[in-house]
């Protein structure tokens, strides 16, 4: 068996991992890549793979850099099963939708530049067809259940505990009449975090490929966080400020809203207007709300104790371009809660354009920001930025809150590790920055006596 990384090898986005054996082949992950000029390129084509020959694509999650390729895989040719837990395939067909409606709109305004200036119009890289084929082709795999791909093909799906609907990948290929086992982390997310189930690990395989976005540091801790979030939105209260958190539509809007009905309750924050600006992140919300059977047990004695139906006025989606547009005009103190995370996309651009200069703005930055994007330039502390073309100088009070990732802090990483360290597998670390994987890879090294393999983009390792 052998496995090819196109993506997430050197960097945190685009996923994907293609694993070849004589049972079968199948990809893990098909993600989009994030952040910069580099990123836009390499988003115009699917992984390098025969997709003739391709058994299968199996998702670890729905983020869109898991999924986000996967309408360029079916248009080069891929016709076979998509396999995702079922709620990771209600969110994939939500967020893929999404993305398609950003490629348009983006490539509309692209297009009108390029005409004024004489020059050739672009073309797509995917359309509404290419998705709709992605959901027709998308099929549900069950948690904890041998399920096969091929004859001599097994994948497992534990919970990840990343966002709903998360798993890590056990696959059992039979090599010759012996079987090998390869399991593949996914994005991880750390114990006791809201909504979710915390992940789950592993004990036995021969390989293991595993993420290491923060491999080189902890997170604060949550509640240190929360304690340190309910501050600083209390004095932009007591300013008058607009408050603005980019935020993924998946996962993370749900938690911040979970907290802050939390906070609502404690009486740690006066009631004050909360707007969801993304359309993606309201039906998100509705999806989850559609898989209770997959919540944590905080979390569903949050629902029965009924204090979300009675808070329900001071959470207020906002899913039309007007009532967006509309938040220019009202005045603080409120919270918008708007895609994307990492600012190179969606209503956030609108708002922090309209608002950085201002410094009764609070910004409060709740997620990774990878290089090369909006996000990043402002934790690293620009003073100016660029958003649709124009300058716009950073006044606005920019807070970097650690605690509240979905991803798993460098301890939790190493204790998930812990449980199949004994099995004494081939490390491969991928989806961190180089820093990241070798401090991570250099612990692992230390404390186990194994020598991880930190593998670049393209590469492929035997096993």
């Known amino acids: 068996m052998k496995i090819s990384f196109y993506g997430a090898a050197g960097g945190v986005t685009g996923t994907s991992y293609h694993c070849e054996s004589t049972s079968g082949n199948i990809l893990v992950d098909c993600g989009m890549f994030q952040g910069g000029k580099e990123a ?30 996967l309408p360029l895989a079916v248009r080069a040719g891929y016709k076979g099963p998509i396999y ?10 939500l967020i893929l939708k999404d993305s398609l409606k950003v490629q348009n709109s983006d490539l509309e305004k692209l297009n009108r530049m390029l005409a004024r200036q004489g020059k050739p119009g672009v073309v797509a890289s995917f359309d509404k067809e290419d998705v709709e084929s992605v959901i027709r082709q998308m099929q549900p795999m069950p948690y904890h259940k041998k399920f096969p791909i091929t004859k001599g093909m097994h994948i497992t799906v534990d919970e990840a505990g990343h966002i709903l609907g998360s798993g890590s990948i056990l696959l059992q290929v039979n090599e010759k009449g012996r079987y090998k086992t390869v399991i593949f982390s996914g994005d991880l997310g750390g114990r006791g975090m809201p909504i979710v189930r915390d992940p789950e690990p592993f004990t036995e395989a021969d390989m293991l490929i595993m993420e290491t976005t923060y491999g080189d540091r902890d997170h604060k801790p949550l509640d240190d ?3 340190e979030a309910v501050e600083i939105i209390r004095n932009a209260i007591q300013t008058g400020g607009k408050i603005l958190v980019p935020s993924f539509a998946i996962g993370r809007t749900q938690d911040l809203i979970y907290y802050m009905e939390q906070a609502f309750i404690k009486g740690e924050l006066p009631r004050f207007p909360i707007y969801i600006d993304s359309p993606m992140a309201i039906e998100a919300s509705r999806i989850y709300m559609d898989h209770p059977e997959l919540f944590d047990d905080e979390m569903l004695n949050f629902l029965n104790s009924g204090a979300m139906e009675r808070d329900k006025g001071y959470i207020r989606p906002t899913p039309t371009p007007e009532e967006s547009r509309m938040l220019n005009e009202i005045k603080g103190p409120c919270m918008i809660i708007a895609g994307s995370g990492m600012c190179n996309a969606g209503r956030i651009k609108h708002h922090l354009r309209h608002n950085l200069y201002r410094p009764e703005t609070s910004v409060l930055i709740v997620g990774y920001q990878a290089e090369g994007t909006l996000g990043r330039q402002l934790v690293d502390g620009r003073r100016s930025v660029r958003i649709f073309g124009e ?22 990483l190493l204790k998930w590790f812990n449980a199949i360290a004994p099995a004494r597998p081939r490390v491969v ?11 991570f890879a250099d612990l692992i090294r ?9 593998p670049m983009y393209g590469e492929t390792i035997l096993l």
Not at 429 to 439: I, N, P, Q, S
């Open 429 to 439: 670390l991928t989806h961190g920055e180089d820093h990241a994987r070798k401090v």
């Open 84 to 93: 995702g837990t079922p709620a990771t395939i209600d969110l994939t067909e």
């Open 446 to 454: 230390y404390r186990y006596g194994l020598k991880p393999i930190v």
């Open 391 to 412: 300058t716009i100088r950073v006044r606005a009070q920019i807070h970097k809150l650690g605690g509240f990732s979905a991803h798993a802090g460098q301890t939790e």
């Open 40 to 69: 836009e390129k390499a988003n115009k084509s699917a992984p390098p793979v025969n997709y003739e020959d391709l058994s299968a694509i199996v998702l670890t999650h729905a983020h869109l850099d898991h999924c986000g390729r």
């Open 225 to 227: 966080t929360l304690e």
